[in-house]
């Protein structure tokens, strides 16, 4: 039982460390995927221009008399 228990944090172990692998080579060799820092700008990019959207919809109702 111990041995099972022992290979199945093994399996674990090696699975997570070539998760780690193959996104830092899909990242870093062949620019295939965005580094995270990226991916955290290309989102804070929308929500800014969400919040930007919203606010000239509304000056655009405020000029046409829309409340």
């Not at 965005?34 to 700008?41: F, G, L, Q, R």
């Not at 290309?42 to 919203?54: A, M, N, R, V």
């Amino acid at each position: 039982m111990f041995f099972f228990t022992l290979f199945r944090s093994w399996r674990e172990d090696a699975f997570k460390t070539f998760q780690l692998n193959l996104m830092e080579f899909l990242q870093d060799e062949t620019r295939d995927l965005p580094a995270s820092a990226e991916v955290e700008m290309f989102y804070e990019k929308i929500s800014k221009l969400e919040l930007d959207t919203k606010r000239l919809e509304e000056k655009l109702n405020q000029l046409h008399g829309h409340s």
